[in-house]
């Protein structure tokens, strides 16, 4: 009977709330998605500077990593939330507009997962490019390789497969980080799951049906970077 009534709730039929919730998971990869991807240019940039000779750019990458490493993630939601909401109602007001303006909740989350992430991507990042050999960049460079040659051609390369897997990390971390997003409205998964529960009283099946989610969502593209791994691997011998 319990089985019956579970599927009857989490189904596709009349009343099913089902497609909602596979909806719900496709916003949850969405902004998990964007924000990793904002992410990555902010760790990118982070890594540049910390591994730059310019001291100014090494203090503030290191600062905008330790600061954002140690704010909790749920505070740098609310920070951007109402701090960008505060912004637009302040902007509207001077059109002759009144009252509250809400920031997209969207771009919000994928902003507060991307400076979040991003100070992770870092890390990865320059580990990945100092664990590359020395010696690799002097050869390239007494060959006569340029720059871009060296990027292309030596450093890139040998990074992105230094990285997946640090990055495959981060991305696990991302991907709960979304849930977060739910407090500022947008309609996730676990947003979708509150709202279900409290329309049936029926919370075990809501969030153990998110749970699944969660997990099918993380080992299918888990199994993504560790293809991506082996694929950036092909050719190199492990010791």
Known sequence: MLEIDYFRTMGFGPGGW??????AAAMSVAVA???FLVGTVFGSLACWARLSRSAPARLIA?????ALRGIPDLLVIYLLY????SLLSRVAAIFG?????????FATGAMAIGCVS???QSEVLRGAFLAIQTGQLEAGRAYGMNTAKLLRRIIVPQLVRYAIPGMENVWQLVLKESALISVIGLVELMRQ???GSGST???FYFYATAALLYLAISSVTGWGFRSLEAHASRGVRRA
């Open 201 to 203: 009283h029926q919370p």
């Open 33 to 35: 998605a964007s924000g």
């Open 118 to 120: 991003g100070a992770y």
């Open 82 to 85: 109402f701090g960008g909401s």
């Open 62 to 66: 290191d600062a905008y990593a330790t």
């Open 97 to 105: 507009s009144s009252g509250f303006v809400s920031a997209p909740t």
């Open 193 to 195: 799951s509150a709202v």
């Open 18 to 23: 089902g497609e909602l919730m596979l909806i």
